[in-house]
């Protein structure tokens, strides 16, 4: 893989750990800017929120620029509102600081997704987009605990200035390390729009929105679900989310090869994977042991996911991608969010805990469905020049 993909993944991992790293940090933030629990949690929100909403506009907004001109741009955004975090004297600007940081968020990896799959040949595009993401998943290996203990240790501030650093030396690898001559120049808005009237590329949006909801009605609820289900402490639980982290990396670079060997085929084994999985730990979360192993499998099967529904989109959307790229940033984030309402809702209703994992095995089927559904019409949009060309002979 080329060098210019560790600058994009640099900047995933800074990224990733910005947006983490506020949930180990909410009690700190929480007594230090005298507001409540639930009001620092609304700081989790507001960024998933400003990521699926910020992402069209700024994309809209650099839609005439190159792309490697839009990244640094971007990073310009992430550096200033990281700064702007450390420096926040009161909730509203810390809420104001963290919404503008999330703009940044969906844009960079959707053009950075782009970016990445131009560097490299066909056949090794998703692997390169899996790259990329390897940083996102490092973030929760390394970037999280790291920015808790330091933002516990000396003060939430430190943290936000230590990842405003990285932003820069981010910066720096993409002015020094991607290359002009992969930039295809400005596309232009008018011709970025025109790919929303493709319905392949609305089908992904809806596997993306599908596929990763499913993860997030129970990844919401599981420190609860390792605490009172399983049996974990929660200083246990801290190390089982690490091991989560390790599944979503290994799972990364599984994805991305898969996805180069046979996109939509391995889509749909994943998602077949990923719901069984689900079902599995319906079983297994009432046992330490098998639980632990579980999340492990459960980590590598939804993160195995990404490189081939981001991968599915730059390739339905291949002459105008930046657009619809960075929109499927966003479908992410409203499956997080559609996820986590879900399990709450279910939990409202009165279901237990461990019933949350056949909530998500539910939703990862539907996906499942939708990913069969567009594969069909694949197949019949490929049979039909070969029908016409016979018909003509």
């Known amino acids: 893989m080329p060098i210019p993909l560790l600058a ?3 900047s995933a991992f ?3 750990t910005t947006e983490f790293v506020i949930m180990g940090l909410l009690p700190d933030v ?3 800017l005298s507001v409540s629990i639930p009001s620092a949690g609304l700081l989790v929100s507001g960024y998933a929120l400003g990521v699926a909403a910020g992402a069209p506009v700024l994309a809209i907004l650099t839609s005439r620029m190159p792309r490697k001109a839009a990244l640094q741009a971007l990073m310009l955004v992430f550096i200033a509102g990281n700064v702007l975090c450390a420096v926040a004297g009161d909730y509203r600007m810390l809420m104001l600081a963290r919404v503008v940081t999330s703009f940044a968020h969906g ?3 959707g053009i950075g997704a782009v970016v990445a799959a131009s560097l490299v040949a066909r056949e090794k595009q998703a692997s390169a987009i899996a790259l990329m993401f390897t940083g996102l998943t490092l973030a929760n ?7 808790t203990f330091v933002g516990q240790s000396f003060g939430w501030r430190l943290t936000f200035w230590i ?3 990285l932003g820069v030396l981010s910066l720096g690898g993409i002015t020094a390390l991607l290359p002009n ?3 295809s120049g400005p596309v232009g808005l008018a011709r970025e729009m025109r790919v929303l009237k493709e319905p392949q590329v609305w089908l992904a949006l809806a596997m993306t929105v599908l596929g990763f909801g499913g993860v997030f009605v129970v990844f919401t609820y599981i420190a609860p679900i390792l605490e009172q289900v399983s049996g974990f402490s929660p200083r246990a639980v801290t190390l089982i989310l690490v091991l989560f982290g390790a599944g979503l990396t290994v799972g990364n670079v599984v994805g991305g090869k898969l996805a180069d060997r046979a996109l939509m085929t391995s889509l749909a084994g994943i998602l077949v994977l990923l719901a069984l999985v689900m079902a599995v730990f319906a079983r297994t979360s009432h046992a330490a042991v098998p639980a632990a192993i579980t999340v492990f499998v459960w980590g590598i099967a939804a993160f195995a996911t990404v490189p081939p529904l981001q991968m599915r989109v730059v390739e339905k959307a291949r002459h105008a991608p930046h657009l619809a790229s960075t929109l499927n940033i966003g479908a992410f984030n409203v499956g997080n969010a559609a996820g986590a309402w879900l399990g709450g809702l279910a939990l409202t209703h009165g279901a237990k805990l461990d019933a949350l994992p056949w909530v998500a095995a539910a939703v990862t089927a539907a996906a499942l469905a939708v990913t069969l559904l567009a594969g069909h019409l694949d197949a019949r949009q490929a049979r039909a020049p070969r029908a016409a ?3 003509m002979s």
Request: proline share 4%; net charge neutral.
């Open 8 to 10: 994009l993944a640099l």
């Open 389 to 391: 060309t016979r018909g």
């Open 14 to 16: 800074a990224i990733g």
């Open 30 to 32: 929480a007594h230090d």
């Open 163 to 165: 990842v405003a650093g």
């Open 181 to 183: 001559r992969h930039d």
């Open 107 to 109: 844009s960079f990896f």
């Open 141 to 147: 290996v390394l970037g999280v605990p790291f920015g």
